[in-house]
């Protein structure tokens, strides 16, 4: 299991960006070989998945209500994955957590533990 800590969250207007990111712990060897995804839990609602990411990054895959928004990428190099987030939404307004998975899924369940996550608001 891949130990992973996300970074980057904040408060924003309706609009702007943020970049967010997930970083494998410390001598942690094996993230290139994991699928990684990011999901988002706004208050009293269900978790969503937001992006996922192959292990090379070729392949990825958005929602709907993400998609042309936000793009997800990652650095091998540098253990860690990142969620670029455009013309943010009001309704985007969520804890973002990441996590992975050792092969292609669409389900939560599929990943690994959520990490506590990143807080991101969006004003109106």
């Known amino acids: 299991q891949v130990q992973l800590v996300e970074s980057g969250g904040g408060l924003v207007q309706a609009g702007d960006s943020l970049r967010l990111s997930c970083a494998a712990s410390?001598?942690?060897?094996?993230?290139?070989?994991?699928?990684v995804g990011w999901s988002r839990q706004a208050p009293g609602k269900e978790r969503d998945f937001v992006a996922v990411v192959s292990p090379t990054g070729e392949w990825t895959y958005y929602p709907e209500s993400v998609n042309g928004r936000f793009t997800i990428s990652r650095d091998n190099a540098k253990n860690t994955a990142y969620l670029q987030m455009n013309s943010l939404k009001p309704e985007d307004t969520a804890v973002y957590s990441c996590a992975t998975s050792p092969r292609a899924t669409l389900s939560l369940d599929g990943f690994g533990s959520w990490g506590q996550g990143t807080q991101v608001t969006v004003s109106s």
């Open positions: 410390k001598g942690t060897i094996s993230f290139s070989n994991y699928f």
